[in-house]
């Protein structure tokens, strides 16, 4: 089990290997790096793919204390030089797209591309949050019960999917005590959409059309605001883990971004 002892963390990555220019990817809330199975398997084959386990999450081993999404994106630059990685395709899902995002502001010569997967720019929706903050209280205060967790797989994984009991699963086995500090990064999370602009590198920017935890409204705010970005890519069917869910045309929309001239040209070129 690939671990890396970086920034006083344990981060947890798989590394296809390969050359050529490598897609990084970022899973989402409550999710780890195996939400990404189907794209390493459709992808590594031409391309070198790195899926990667953030804070509070999956195999990563974190120390307690509170982080943001900028630390996150401090630990992928730290885990980048850790595999000798100068300069990738940046991607996430959801949260890993908020980090991917925040990795693009502070390390832009590091960033050639980003791959965007059902997630936004700005903060949570104040409806949703209150939603959200019963749910993690439940969790937190009597524990992880079969309802609460049909309820967390509706919303990011799609209502009664076959996908969602492997993580179900894995959710009844987290402890409790560790979901407040990675639901308050959350929900505390703060707003770049007006720093949309600094971004010029290519993006590719994915969700599904039935996306009951980011609105499409908000994806389509981050085609209008970032430079490079390329027409959204809706995925007819597919609720907030698209990649996950419908991977056909989430995996050949990525296959035909890496081989897009722009994402593989240095900044000089680009400029």
């Not at 390493?40 to 974190?62: F, I, M, N, P, Y």
């Not at 994106?73 to 797209?97: F, N, P, Y």
């Not at 990064?185 to 703060?190: E, G, I, K, W, Y």
């Amino acid at each position: 089990m690939p671990q890396a002892e970086l920034r006083g963390q344990r981060i947890h990555y798989e590394d296809s290997g390969g050359s050529g220019l490598p897609l990084v990817l970022g899973h989402g809330f409550l999710m780890d790096s195996d939400m990404f199975a189907a794209q390493v398997h459709a992808l590594s084959e031409h391309h070198r793919v790195v899926t990667w386990d953030q804070r509070g999450h999956g195999r990563t081993e974190s120390t307690d204390e509170a982080f943001s999404y900028w630390d996150s994106a401090d630990d992928l630059a730290a885990l980048l030089d850790h595999l000798r990685i100068e300069r990738a395709v940046i991607g996430g899902m959801s949260q890993g797209g908020f980090v991917a995002l925040r990795f693009a502001l502070r390390y832009p010569d590091r960033t050639a591309g980003l791959v965007l997967i059902d997630t936004q720019a700005g903060t949570e929706d104040p409806d949703k949050m209150l939603q959200y903050d019963l749910m993690h209280d439940v969790w937190v205060t009597s524990g992880p019960a079969d309802q609460l967790l049909e309820m967390v797989a509706a919303i990011i994984i799609g209502n009664q999917r076959p996908e969602s009991a492997a993580w179900i699963a894995k959710w009844k086995e987290r402890d409790p005590r560790g979901l407040t500090r990675i639901y308050r990064t959350l929900m505390d999370r703060d707003d770049i959409t007006d720093r949309l602009r600094e971004i010029t590198v290519p993006a590719l920017v994915i969700h599904g059309e039935e996306d009951a935890a980011i609105d499409e409204a908000l994806a389509r705010r981050l085609v209008e605001d970032l430079p490079g970005a390329l027409s959204l890519v809706r995925v007819a069917g597919a609720g907030h883990a698209s990649n996950m869910t419908h991977p056909e045309l989430v995996n050949s929309s990525i296959e035909a971004f890496l081989v897009y001239p722009p994402v593989n040209a240095s900044p000089a070129q680009r400029c």
